[in-house]
């Protein structure tokens, strides 16, 4: 029995369909699922593990979210026959931004058989920017990414969970090509009926902005983190974990939903 996490997220939800149509035996969880596990709560813990032979591991985007509840659930996940788990974390382990490194570290050390899928940005990120007519971000004047579609990621994740050869590696996950905000605001346009365009905005500006939006100084400081990254190319690289995995390269960008 494979035991997915996140189940209702973006790609928990696709995982838990690529595991039916396999006809794998699944527990889909989260605090709104049937199955209740919530990271806040040790109580909901044990009734999801029971049975349970690999784990795909989904941990809350929140930056303050403490690396310490991944140890200890999966201590009680191991005491209880669990044998592997499947990470989702991100790209910025790689440049070691804590939040996610620490993450990987308590999956590392849980003694257990593991696999990272360390995805770049997701390209369903770009499918509201659209609302607003602009883009705001300080991110330099040519900056360049290339993410990925989270139907790859739950393909690849569906894979790794059920296919062999996959303990301890780390799969870095990006999308087929490095286009620049322009290039991929103008293809957001082209598929939301909405043109949206990018602006370079200071640090400051965009700072100053989003505290008075009633961000938490933690979201935006690793908001900021991720910005410096794109900025100095971190996420333009090109990555092979999916053709690694899938045997194909990965699906060009879009926000259109029917890609998945
Ligand atoms: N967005 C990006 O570009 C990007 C890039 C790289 C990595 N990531 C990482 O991807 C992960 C998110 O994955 P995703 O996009 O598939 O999910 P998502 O769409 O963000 O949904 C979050 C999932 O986790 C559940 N959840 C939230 N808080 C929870 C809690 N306290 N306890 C238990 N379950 C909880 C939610 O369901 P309920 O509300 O029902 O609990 C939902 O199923 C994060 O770790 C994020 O850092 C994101």
Redesign the pocket.
């Known amino acids: 029995m494979i035991l997915v996490?996140?189940?209702?997220?973006?790609?928990?939800r696709r995982v838990v369909a690529g595991l039916r149509d396999r006809g794998v035996p699944l527990r889909a969880a989260?605090?709104?699922?049937s199955a209740r596990?919530?990271?806040?709560d040790a109580r909901t813990w044990g009734s999801v593990v029971v049975d349970v032979s690999v784990i795909y591991l989904?941990?809350?985007?929140d930056p303050t979210f403490s690396a310490e509840q991944v140890a200890s659930f999966l201590a009680l996940a191991r005491a209880a026959g669990v044998r592997r788990v499947v990470l989702?974390s991100?790209?910025s382990a790689g440049y070691g931004s804590a939040p996610m490194a620490s993450r990987e570290t308590a999956v590392l050390e849980a003694g257990m058989e593991w696999t990272i899928l360390r995805?770049?940005?997701?390209q369903q990120?770009f499918a509201t920017v659209g609302n607003k007519g602009e883009l705001r971000v300080p991110l330099g004047p040519e900056p360049y990414t290339a993410p990925i579609a989270v139907a790859d990621i739950a393909e690849a994740a569906v894979a790794v969970l059920t296919g062999e050869g996959h303990a301890g590696r780390i799969y870095p996950l990006a999308g087929p090509r490095a286009l620049s905000y322009p290039e991929l605001l103008a293809i957001v346009s082209r598929e939301t009926g909405r043109t949206v365009v990018y602006v370079d905005e200071p640090v400051e500006r965009w700072t100053e902005r989003t505290r008075a939006a009633g961000v938490s100084e933690a979201a935006m400081n690793w908001s900021l983190e991720t910005f410096e990254a794109i900025r100095r190319g971190e996420y333009a690289r090109l990555h092979d974990g999916v053709q690694r995995i899938l045997g194909r390269p990965p699906r060009e960008f879009t926000v259109r939903e029917t890609s998945a």
């Open positions: 996490l996140g189940a209702t997220g973006r790609t928990g989260s605090r709104s699922s596990f919530d990271w806040d989904v941990t809350p985007e989702l991100g790209l995805p770049g940005a997701f990120n």
